[in-house]
């Protein structure tokens, strides 16, 4: 098992930056992937960035460029950086890890981009 908690959401205007964390515990050695979704209001939970063990990257289109991934195998934590912000990028960001069987959720956090 994994568990997974976020931090860092909060409340920031069009064109500033905010950067979320996820803090992972458990069985972290089996983890493969880690990854960051958000869920609009109304819309579907999308894709939003990844991070491999061998720390490759990739990015949905829409943040590509202004959002940045990252992982810190000492702290067990991963990171999004994100700049440039827009009021469509408002959602409840989650984070997500997979060990190629299972995939493991946490609770999410809140980004609200105000125009």
């Known amino acids: 098992q994994v568990q997974l908690v976020e931090s860092g959401g909060g409340l920031v205007q069009a064109g500033g930056s905010l950067r979320v964390s996820c803090a992972a515990s458990?069985?972290?050695?089996?983890?493969?992937?880690m990854y960051w979704y958000r869920q609009a209001p109304g819309k579907q939970r999308e894709l939003v960035a990844f991070?491999?063990?061998?720390?490759?990257?990739n990015y949905a289109d829409s943040v590509k460029g202004r959002f940045t991934i990252s992982r810190d195998n000492a702290k067990n934590t991963i990171g999004l950086q994100m700049n440039s912000l827009k009021p469509d990028d408002t959602a409840v960001y989650y984070c997500?890890?997979?060990?190629?069987?299972?995939?493991?959720w946490g609770q999410g956090t809140q980004v609200t981009v105000s125009s």
């Open positions: 997500k890890a997979s060990d190629g069987l299972f995939e493991f």
């Open positions: 458990g069985s972290i050695a089996s983890i493969k992937v």
């Open positions: 991070i491999t063990n061998g720390g490759s990257t």
